[in-house]
């Protein structure tokens, strides 16, 4: 009866080690800054290119903010459970274009947190004003 005992111990350890396994990020859904901007990634293909709509609650403009698209890449050769990605926003209300880079991770209570740098070029009217558009 011990053996019997410790054998299901040991499996039932061996099971919840295994749900307890590091969960996968999955970029598909809907994200929200700390600034209130919202992106929501609709699709992804098997070589993790994914597109989908960005709406900026902040703006250098005074024209009105609209949704914009959004296209990117999620490393799909990293089989890891925190995955690196990069994606750009054609912004729809300006001549302007922002790339992101980041990682998305899983923290320790469980919630998939993206965390991104971004550079955002502005347009200008010639080469010599190039010193100002980045």
Excluded at 36 to 52: A, D, L
Excluded at 92 to 117: H, P, R, W
Aim: include cysteine; aromatic fraction near 10%.
């Amino acid at each position: 009866m011990v053996q019997a005992t410790l054998f299901l111990l040991v499996l039932s350890l061996a099971l919840g080690a295994h749900g307890h396994s590091a969960r996968k990020c999955n970029l598909i859904g809907h994200w929200v800054n700390d600034l209130g901007s919202n992106m929501t990634i609709v699709g992804m293909n098997r070589e993790g290119n994914f597109f989908g709509s960005y709406h900026t609650a902040v703006t250098a403009t005074n024209n009105e903010i609209k949704v914009s698209p959004v296209t990117g890449s999620l490393q799909s050769t990293n089989k890891k459970s925190q995955p690196t990605f990069g994606f750009t926003v054609n912004w729809a209300f300006s001549d302007s274009t922002t790339v992101f880079t980041g990682q998305c991770f899983v923290d320790e209570n469980g919630t998939e947190v993206l965390k991104t740098m971004w550079l955002l070029r502005s347009h200008v009217e010639n080469i010599k004003n190039d010193w100002k558009a980045t």
